[in-house]
């Protein structure tokens, strides 16, 4: 009797520890119930940070005159990029005034206010002729670098590009006393030692960047990371497919090229040269002079293969115009479009959601898995790093969470990658959660678009809706 009693005993307490389990572990319970929306990609217009068409605005810093800064918010561009050319000449005798120092700063500020990024380039010469107009002693151009560095670093949260080192005609380093390999180099040293390093800057041509670089190769992801004056050197060609050689920006095919890699190469050898360099670096400018070089399929390819993030939206128009004149004749959304819509749909980086899943794992398990599959259909990659998240929002308390991936790399162009979170489902309560994917520019404060289909604000693109319950749904 005592051993069934005993046994009885026993039994009660464990059943009693099992149901006081199961009541304690029940509303820890997570069944977890994903259901993506529809994500077909979208042929519009994207108004993304660092890409697409820019405008040109001319300044002439002076003690006598005053701009009118009202127009700057009454600019019109689909978008948010700006060209300013400020012109110094009339400082080419000394430094640059506390009249003329005070102008560049309202300038900025006045642009900074209008939400835009700018690519900025100072010169002393608008006709062509910059050695009637350039400064006649180096050391003043240097001075002038850190001067307008002072007031441009204040500025870095919308000044993506220094164009140039303030010499040559149009401020392109050609045509000018100073473009030879000593001066070039003295000049481009202490304009990135004074400006911010998170300021990109850039030169006109390949074999310029070479030999102001100091490497004969393009960067690779190590050199793209390691802070030196390579890592943050790009390229601006304003003879963009002007001819076979862009109007001189590369050797000619009749010519004897040299074996030295500080050089002109070829057209062929210089593009291959700036696919891999552009991978990491920008590269934009303006489109010249009809001619095959600039037929639309022609164009598209080199543009593509140069890895071309922004162009000038007013020149040369004869050239626009015979892009708008074309059909892009490949599947997608974009069939049928004319080619200067194509083209400017894909200047840059260019993100598609192809996918989205949930994979729960068991109820009581704390995490379940998310995956997002990304393409990136544009011309070029994000050259500053974004911030990616995954985005709950709580549908009955609007309540936010943001769970992070585990890699937040963004796809390069023709690239398509799987990013991976874990969500922690059992710290969420029971309810319905939008999910949302989250890209952002920390540096512009600006929300990235993707080029898909469906609603999508600076909270992030809607991707689906996950539920969550203590039963199986």
């Keep these: 009797m005592k051993i069934k009693k005993l046994f009885f005993t026993i039994s009660f307490t464990i059943c009693i520890?099992?149901?006081?389990?199961?009541?304690?572990?029940?509303?820890?319970?997570?069944?977890?119930?994903?259901?993506?929306?529809?994500?077909?990609?979208?042929?519009?217009?994207?108004d993304n940070p660092y890409i697409g068409w820019y405008q040109i605005r001319r300044y002439e810093l002076s003690d006598t005159v005053a701009f009118d800064l009202a127009q700057v918010s009454e600019l019109n561009s689909a978008s948010g990029m700006i060209l300013l050319e400020i012109n110094l000449k009339n400082y080419a005798g000394g430094p640059i005034s506390d009249k003329g120092l005070l102008l560049l700063e309202e300038l900025l500020e006045s642009f900074r206010s209008s939400g835009r990024q700018l690519i900025i380039r100072f010169l002393y010469d608008w006709a062509g002729d910059a050695s009637s107009t350039e400064p006649k002693d180096i050391s003043i151009i240097q001075g002038h670098m850190s001067q307008t560095s002072e007031i441009v670093n204040q500025y870095s949260d919308c000044v993506y590009i220094l164009q140039g080192i303030f010499i040559g005609s149009w401020g392109e380093m050609h045509g000018s006393r100073y473009a030879n390999t000593e001066d070039m180099l003295t000049l481009i040293h202490h304009l990135s030692s004074v400006t911010d390093p998170e300021i990109f800057?850039?030169?006109?041509?390949?074999?310029?960047?070479?030999?102001?670089?100091g490497s004969p190769w393009p960067l690779d992801e190590a050199g793209a990371s390691d802070s030196s004056l390579a890592s943050r050197l790009g390229l601006f060609n304003d003879g963009m497919l002007g001819s076979d050689t862009d109007l001189n920006t590369y050797a000619s095919a009749s010519s004897t090229v040299s074996d030295s890699p500080y050089e002109k190469k070829s057209r062929q050898d210089e593009i291959a040269f700036q696919n891999l360099l552009c991978s990491y670096v920008p590269n934009g400018g303006e489109v010249v002079l009809p001619n095959p070089f600039n037929d639309f399929t022609s164009a598209l390819k080199d543009l593509s293969d140069t890895h071309v993030s922004y162009l000038n939206q007013d020149y040369d128009k004869a050239v626009l115009d015979k892009w708008q004149a074309e059909s892009f004749?490949?599947?997608?959304?974009?069939?049928?479009?004319?080619?200067?819509?194509?083209?400017?749909?894909?200047?840059?980086?260019?993100?598609?959601?192809?996918?989205?899943?949930?994979?729960?794992?068991?109820?009581?398990?704390?995490?379940?898995g998310f995956s997002v599959t990304l393409e990136n259909v544009g011309f070029s990659g994000s050259y500053r790093p974004f911030e990616l998240s995954l985005t709950l929002r709580e549908t009955s308390t609007d309540r936010i969470f943001q769970i992070p991936f585990d890699d937040p790399r963004l796809p390069?162009?023709?690239?398509?990658?799987?990013?991976?979170?874990?969500?922690?489902?059992?710290?969420?309560?029971?309810?319905?959660?939008?999910?949302?994917?989250?890209?952002?520019?920390?540096?512009?404060?600006?929300?990235?678009?993707?080029?898909?289909?469906?609603?999508?604000?600076?909270?992030?693109?809607?991707?689906?809706e996950l539920t969550l319950g203590i039963f199986p749904q």
């Design 17 to 46: 520890c099992l149901i006081a389990a199961v009541l304690f572990l029940f509303p820890l319970l997570r069944f977890a119930g994903y259901c993506p929306d529809p994500c077909p990609e979208s042929a519009d217009e994207l």
């Design 201 to 213: 800057l850039a030169v006109r041509t390949p074999w310029q960047w070479r030999l102001l670089s």
């Design 329 to 368: 004749h490949g599947s997608g959304p974009f069939q049928g479009m004319n080619g200067l819509d194509y083209i400017s749909r894909h200047l840059g980086y260019r993100y598609v959601l192809r996918s989205s899943e949930c994979t729960a794992g068991l109820p009581w398990k704390n995490r379940a």
């Design 412 to 464: 390069a162009p023709g690239e398509t990658i799987e990013l991976k979170a874990s969500v922690p489902i059992r710290d969420y309560a029971t309810g319905t959660y939008e999910v949302r994917l989250k890209i952002s520019d920390p540096v512009s404060k600006a929300f990235v678009f993707l080029a898909n289909e469906g609603a999508q604000d600076d909270q992030g693109f809607v991707m689906g």
